[in-house]
């Protein structure tokens, strides 16, 4: 069973430029976290998502950020135009369900540096 | 003041010894997540926590719900249990689904 997976590792963008970051939840998860990363800086939650709805993006930048998690395929977070304080690693996380008690599945994350 | 606090913030040991990380949080919470960053940068989950006491190999986590306080400890420590520490707590009470972090612990394990 694989785990969950994201892609690319490593992006690097420039500034202006659109960052689209892919997130694959492990099988059977139909629960969807992103968490950005920022250098010496803890975790923190960007958005939570189920397929095609979006159920908290609380933690989400109110511009040039959005995420989707489509029917079929990967969920995505897209950045728009992006800045260099973008840069960070952004993780995603999966989960079977919404209870509160479910453990969430970390992918390897994704590295962004905006030159 | 940070919602879910680590201490210590850096620790360095020797192998073999007996090692303590604390979390206190300042929230209500339904869970609480010990998680694992190797220098790689990946993250494990290490153990989800609501009351009581968990044990997984050499790693033990426990958790006071009324004293707001969780403590991760590692027996007979090894060089590759050397790695940050995050504690991470879901909330109760609406707001934010997903995880609240502490800082982290920077664990350095000498051989």
């Known amino acids: 069973n694989a785990g969950v997976m994201q892609n690319p590792r490593h992006l690097v963008r420039r500034r202006g430029q659109e960052a689209r970051l892919r997130c694959s939840p492990m099988?059977?998860?139909?629960?969807v976290y992103w968490y950005r990363q920022l250098p010496e800086e803890g975790l923190k939650f960007m958005v939570y998502?189920?397929?095609?709805?979006?159920?908290?993006e609380s933690g989400m930048p109110k511009e040039r950020f959005s995420a989707e998690f489509p029917k079929e395929g990967p969920s995505i977070l897209r950045i728009q135009q992006v800045v260099r304080g973008d840069s960070a690693a952004y993780f995603c996380?999966?989960?079977?369900?919404?209870?509160?008690?479910?453990?969430?599945?970390f992918g390897p994350g994704t590295r962004l540096t905006v030159l | 003041k940070n919602e879910v606090e680590q201490s210590p913030q850096n620790l360095t040991a020797q192998e073999g010894e007996f090692i303590t990380i604390n979390c206190s949080y300042s929230?209500?919470?339904?869970?609480l997540h010990w998680l694992q960053q190797h220098p790689g940068g990946g993250i494990v989950s290490l153990f989800m926590?609501?009351?009581g006491k968990k044990k997984h190999g050499r790693l033990i986590a426990t958790i006071n719900i009324q004293e707001k306080h969780s403590s991760l400890h590692i027996t007979a420590s090894h060089p590759r249990d050397s790695a940050v520490y995050i504690c991470?707590?879901?909330?109760?009470?609406?707001?934010?689904?997903?995880?609240?972090f502490g800082k982290g612990t920077h664990l350095i394990i000498q051989p």
């Open positions: 929230v209500g919470i339904s869970a």
């Open positions: 099988k059977g998860h139909s629960h």
């Open positions: 991470a707590v879901r909330k109760t009470g609406g707001g934010a689904d997903g995880l609240t």
């Open positions: 996380a999966s989960s079977p369900g919404a209870a509160s008690t479910d453990t969430q599945y």
């Open positions: 998502l189920q397929k095609e709805n979006i159920i908290d």
């Open positions: 926590l609501s009351s």
